[in-house]
């Protein structure tokens, strides 16, 4: 699963590289954070404004914590290879 976070500005179209002058008919004075996630095949996202930001923290942090245990632990073995070999070899001097 992803997450991405971003300012948004309230435009649905990008912005023409090759137009100098671009009217900003979308752009509201008001912050808003797009919210995007992804796993696997579904997408889903959605705005969220910046009077409506710490309700959004407190449910998404509550989320997260509800379902953290619930994740696989990593296999650590290939790390621990690696650094017993990094040990194990000669010190050389430098002269």
Request: glycine share 4%; hydrophobic share 30%.
């Amino acid at each position: 699963m992803y997450v991405l976070l971003r300012l948004d500005d309230g435009r649905v179209k990008p912005i023409p590289k090759r137009v100098q002058k671009v009217k900003d008919v979308h752009v509201t004075n008001e912050n808003s954070c797009l919210l995007r996630a992804t796993l696997g095949n579904q997408k889903i996202s959605t705005v969220v404004h910046q009077k409506d930001m710490n309700r959004f923290n407190q449910a998404y942090s509550n989320l997260l914590k509800a379902n953290i245990d619930g994740l696989k632990k990593r296999d650590k073995r290939v790390k621990s290879t690696n650094i017993s070999s990094k040990l194990n070899r000669p010190k050389t001097e430098k002269g």
